[in-house]
């Protein structure tokens, strides 16, 4: 037979053990965010790819003239493709 008391204990329990791994993990958090503050760290900037290439557009009503580096043909037809979009 079960006593009714005895799983409410266990229910107690359960729940104090859980609000206690619960605020376990948020001071942990919480520490280990004070830590990155107190010593941040120092990244290395990142290298820029070089293009030797340059793609242009010019727009013949108002003479503005917009250059972008030549990565790759794919790019260069997504571009185009948004600016021709654009302008009709």
Avoid at 53 to 64: A, I, P, S
Wanted: hydrophobic share 30%; net charge positive; charged share 35%.
């Amino acid at each position: 037979m079960r006593t009714y008391s005895q799983s409410w204990h266990q229910a107690k329990n359960a729940k104090k053990r859980k609000e206690s791994l619960l605020r376990r993990s948020r001071l942990g958090v919480l520490a280990r965010e004070r830590k990155r503050i107190a010593n941040p760290i120092e990244r290395e900037t990142k290298l820029l790819r070089y293009c030797p290439l340059e793609l242009g557009v010019r727009n013949k009503h108002t003479g503005e003239t917009a250059w972008i580096d030549f990565r790759s043909v794919r790019d260069a037809t997504r571009r185009l493709t948004i600016i021709q979009k654009f302008y009709h």
